[in-house]
């Protein structure tokens, strides 16, 4: 159905580590997206996903989507206290690209 | 440009009352959404609009209302406003189909006591 798996739900690390935030789903997805929300904030949009075993880099963001386009991944490499926040990925709504649900989130702590 | 604008920011309601929570953009787009956002969770679809004089409903439109007179404006009408109601509401646009990623505005935090 239109559920959207996110694992972990919440990652505590300490600045310098790095972190994974994994998204699933039970059917093909045609594009995912990835959006970033701090404490308090709204989300921002932070990359779109088409293409099978598509991997995009934003500094020290990687983003991947699975060979099966039925998972994605963000990946932070050595985390600095401003990557706190949820991260969400989101899926296109019942098929339709321009309607997403979106998943539950990971809540990413940094401390120093 | 402004992006998306929401108001008010923050409203607290009593049970059964009513209220619209505004919405504009000014990038032209075509396509605007309404979601909340319950504390600690994700995102729920309420209502969205692919041009104006289109509305249909998402995943969770029971106790709201819209209306797309214009492209700018989305405005989000609840009617006996209930407790379950307590949430922040998040007004979004987006360019096409092709969905280059949504712009969110600010928020509404509504608490209905």
């Known amino acids: 159905g239109q559920q959207v798996m996110q694992i972990p739900q919440y990652q505590h690390v300490q600045e310098g580590e790095d972190f994974t935030t994994y998204c699933n789903s039970s059917t093909t997805l045609s594009n995912i997206q990835w959006y970033k929300q701090r404490p308090g904030g709204h989300p921002v949009f932070l990359i779109q996903l088409v293409k099978s075993g598509e991997v995009k880099k934003q500094k020290r963001l990687t983003f991947q989507f699975g060979e099966a386009k039925k998972n994605s991944s963000l990946h932070i490499t050595a985390t600095q206290t401003t990557d706190v926040g949820t991260y969400f990925c989101?899926?296109?709504?019942?098929?339709?690209?321009?309607?997403?649900?979106f998943g539950t989130g990971t809540r990413l702590q940094v401390t120093l | 440009n402004a992006g998306v604008t929401q108001t008010p920011k923050f409203r607290i309601l009593k049970i059964g009352q009513s209220m619209t929570l505004q919405c504009t953009q000014d990038?032209?787009?075509?396509?605007m959404y309404w979601y909340r956002q319950d504390p600690g969770m994700g995102l729920k679809l309420i209502y969205y609009s692919v041009g104006a004089g289109i509305t249909d409903k998402g995943e969770v439109p029971n106790g709201y209302n819209v209306s797309r007179s214009t492209t700018e404006d989305f405005p989000l009408r609840l009617e006996l406003a209930a407790p379950s109601q307590t949430s922040v509401y998040f007004c979004?646009?987006?360019?096409?189909?092709?969905?280059?990623?949504?712009?969110f505005g600010s928020g509404t935090r509504l608490t209905v006591v």
């Open positions: 979004a646009s987006s360019y096409s189909t092709q969905n280059y990623g949504y712009t």
């Open positions: 989101a899926r296109p709504y019942r098929g339709t690209a321009s309607k997403l649900t």
């Open positions: 990038m032209n787009h075509n396509y």
